[in-house]
């Protein structure tokens, strides 16, 4: 894998992680990563579960949110560095967000 492809992956990793620890948490419940590499299709799927379904994610940012604030734009900086993510439901009651980047370099 290019060092391109490791550092997209390594940020999108960052950005989902962070909205499942800070927006998907259930008290004693913790959240699952899973990284899936298809060298034939040349697609790295990066995927985030949580416990969470009733909290689903958008793109869409507050226009109140101030421009130095420090959170608020993760699936902003995800949706920039993958080449497509959504999300599916993960039974019983949560979610995962997912999202595929091209091993080949942007």
Known sequence: MSPGV???AEQVVA??????ALHGRVQGRDFRLTLTDDPVAG????AVSDARGDRLPSTVTD???AL????????LIVTALADC???APYP???KTVWAELSRTPL
């Open 6 to 8: 490791a550092d997209r």
């Open 15 to 20: 950005e989902l992680a962070a909205n499942a």
């Open 43 to 46: 697609v790295l799927r990066i």
């Open 63 to 65: 226009p109140a949110t």
């Open 68 to 75: 130095d604030t420090e959170s608020g734009r993760g699936l």
């Open 85 to 87: 993510w959504g999300t």
């Open 92 to 94: 019983p009651s949560g």
